[in-house]
C-alpha cells in the first residue's frame, strides 16, 4: 500500500505559490523536489545583487496587508513574521510639495476604534462640496456591490461601472482610479469591475472575521530573499527535500489520465506521485504547445490570460527625503509611488538612502530606456519633495517587469483555472489560478494552500483504494 508520508511529489516553480507549496508538502511529510527554470529561486519575488550596495536589491517593492493569512502562515511556517514592520493603512496620498493627504488617528484610541478613524478618511476626501453627495452615493454602491458580488461585473471594466454608477470626477481622480490600479495593477479602462468588487470582498470579509488588523500595510524588514526564499530553502533542505535550479519542466508523463513522470529540461525523467505546477500562465503556455498537456482542453484558456506591467526605479541619496510614511502615493506625475525602502529596513548602508519609486499598470513607460525612465523619476521626485535639488543622488536601477501580474480583463473569471486538473496527480498553482483574489502574493499563497489541500485528498482516496483492494 502507497504510505502518505512518502510520496513523492515534484513541484514546479519558485515563486511564491511553488516555495509554499513545497515547504506546506514537506511539513506534511512529503518527499519533495522542487524545480526551478531559472538560475535562481524567488520567481516574481525574487532578489538581486546590485554592485555597490549591500545585501540583495528586490525586484520592485511589495507591500501587503494584515488581511493576507495565507502569506502570513507561510512566513509562520518558515519562521521570519518577526522580519515585518507592521504599518498604518496605506492611505498616503501626495498632491504636491508639503501636501499629504492622510489621517493618523491618535494613538490613544482603541486599536479597531483607531484604524477605523484612518480609513474614513477615504470616504471623505477633500473633494468639491456640490461632488459630495454623489461620491457618498458612490461609496455606497461600491460598498453595496462588494457585500453581494454578482459574476455580471465580469462584462464590465471599472470605467464603465463607475460611470454607470456616477462616480464624481473628482472623487475618480484623487481617490478611486489609483485605488483600483494599486489593487490590481491595470487601468480602470482595461481591468474587469468584477475583480475590482471581488477584491473588496475578500478584504472586508477577512476584516469582518476578527481580524482587526486587516487593512494594516505590512512591509518586509528585509530583503525578499531573506523574507520568503532563503529560510524556505533552508526548511526544505532540512526535512530532506531536493532543490534543482536552472533546470524546468519540458513535458508530463502521463498515462490512463494519471500522471507517472515529469520530463526536466536536463533530458531526466523524474517518477513522480504527483506534481504540482506553479509557474504563471505564460509558462503553461509553452508546456501546452510543446507537451502532452496540450491535448487536454481543460487547460486552453489559460492561453487567453495576458500581463500587465510594473516598473520600477531604485534610486540611492546622500540624504533622507522628508517623508511622512514609509509609501506616499503621488498624484499627477509619472511616478505613482515612493517606497522608502532604507525607513523599512531601519538600517542606513553606505550606499545612501534607498527609495523605490515605481509605476504600476506601466503601459507608458515601460518600453522607455532604463535612462530616460530613471530621469523622468527623478523629475517626479523633484516635483514632489523639492529638497531633492539640494541632494546628490548616488545611483538608479531600473527595472521593467512587463509581466508582473495578470491583466483581470472583463471575462477573466472564466479564464483562472482551479488547482485540481483532469489529470490524476497533477495539480495547479499560482496566483492566476482559481482563488478570487488578484494578482498578488495573497493569490500565490492561497492558491498553495489550495493545491496542498488537494494533493492530501489524492493520497487519502488513493490509501482508501488500496485498502480496499488489499481486503479484496
Ligand atoms: C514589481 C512587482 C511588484 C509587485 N508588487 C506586489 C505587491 O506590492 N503586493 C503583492 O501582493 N503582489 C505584488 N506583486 C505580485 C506578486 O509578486 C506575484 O503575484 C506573486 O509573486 C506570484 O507568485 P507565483 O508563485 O504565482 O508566480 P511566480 O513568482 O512568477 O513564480 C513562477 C516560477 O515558475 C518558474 N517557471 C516557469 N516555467 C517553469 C518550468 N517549465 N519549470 C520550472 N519552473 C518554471 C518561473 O521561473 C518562476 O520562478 C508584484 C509583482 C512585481 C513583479
Avoid at 509562520?76 to 493618523?104: H, N
Avoid at 511622512?324 to 499627477?332: F, S
Amino acid at each position: 500500500m502507497e504510505k502518505q508520508e512518502s510520496a513523492h511529489v515534484l513541484v514546479a516553480g519558485s515563486g511564491l505559490a511553488g516555495l509554499a507549496t513545497a515547504v506546506w508538502l514537506a511539513e506534511a511529510g512529503h518527499r519533495v523536489t522542487l524545480v526551478e527554470k531559472r538560475g535562481r529561486l524567488g520567481g516574481r519575488t525574487i532578489s538581486f545583487e546590485v554592485p555597490g550596495v549591500e545585501g540583495h536589491v528586490d525586484n520592485g517593492q511589495h507591500l501587503f496587508a494584515g488581511c493576507y493569512d495565507a502569506l502570513l502562515r507561510y512566513v509562520d511556517t518558515i519562521g521570519t513574521r518577526d522580519q515585518l514592520v507592521w504599518d498604518a493603512p496605506p492611505f498616503a496620498i501626495r498632491t504636491g510639495p508639503d501636501q499629504l493627504l492622510t489621517l493618523r488617528a491618535p494613538t490613544w484610541l482603541p486599536g479597531v476604534l483607531r484604524r477605523t478613524v484612518g480609513l474614513s478618511w477615504m470616504f471623505w476626501p477633500p473633494i468639491p462640496l456640490r461632488e459630495r453627495p454623489a461620491a457618498l452615493r458612490t461609496w455606497a454602491r461600491i460598498v453595496r456591490a462588494a457585500l453581494r458580488p454578482t459574476p455580471e461585473l465580469d462584462d464590465l471594466t471599472v470605467d464603465r461601472w463607475f460611470r454607470r454608477i456616477g462616480a464624481p470626477e473628482s472623487l475618480r481622480a484623487l481617490v478611486l482610479d489609483q485605488f483600483v490600479i494599486g489593487l490590481l495593477n491595470e487601468k480602470t479602462e482595461r481591468v474587469s469591475a468584477s475583480m475590482f468588487v471581488q477584491t473588496l470582498h475578500w478584504i472586508g470579509k477577512r476584516a469582518m472575521s476578527g481580524n482587526t488588523r486587516a487593512g494594516d500595510a505590512v512591509w518586509p524588514r528585509v530583503s525578499l530573499h531573506d523574507l520568503f526564499v532563503a529560510p524556505a530553502a533552508r526548511y526544505l533542505s532540512a526535512r530532506g527535500g531536493e532543490i534543482v535550479v536552472g533546470t524546468g519542466v519540458t513535458d508530463l508523463e502521463i498515462t490512463d489520465d494519471t500522471l507517472t513522470g515529469v520530463h526536466l529540461s536536463d533530458g531526466r525523467v523524474v517518477e513522480v506521485d504527483a506534481a504540482v505546477l506553479a509557474v504563471p500562465p505564460w509558462s503553461l503556455t509553452t508546456l501546452l504547445d510543446r507537451g502532452r498537456l496540450g491535448q487536454y482542453d481543460h487547460f486552453a484558456p489559460v492561453r487567453k490570460i495576458e500581463p500587465a506591467p510594473i516598473s520600477s526605479v531604485y534610486v540611492w541619496l546622500d540624504r533622507p527625503l522628508r517623508m511622512r510614511r514609509l509609501a506616499e502615493n503621488l498624484r499627477d506625475t509619472t511616478i505613482e509611488w515612493v517606497f522608502d525602502t532604507t525607513g523599512m529596513h531601519g538600517v542606513e548602508t553606505n550606499a545612501g538612502h534607498c527609495y523605490s519609486l515605481a509605476v504600476s499598470a506601466s503601459w507608458e513607460v515601460v518600453h522607455l530606456p532604463n535612462a530616460e525612465f530613471a530621469a523622468a523619476a527623478l523629475r517626479s521626485l523633484a516635483e514632489h519633495y523639492p529638497e531633492v535639488a539640494h541632494a546628490e543622488v548616488l545611483r538608479t536601477h531600473v527595472i521593467h517587469q512587463p509581466q508582473a501580474t495578470f491583466s483581470a480583463q472583463p471575462g477573466f473569471d472564466e479564464l483562472r483555472l482551479p488547482q485540481r486538473t483532469p489529470v490524476d496527480g497533477l495539480f495547479l498553482a499560482g496566483d492566476w489560478t482559481d482563488t478570487g483574489m488578484p494578482s498578488t502574493m495573497e493569490s500565490a499563497a492561497e492558491s498553495a494552500v489550495r493545491a496542498v489541500d488537494r494533493v492530501r485528498e489524492l493520497f487519502t482516496r488513493r490509501a482508501a483504494k488500496a485498502q480496499v483492494a488489499d481486503q479484496l
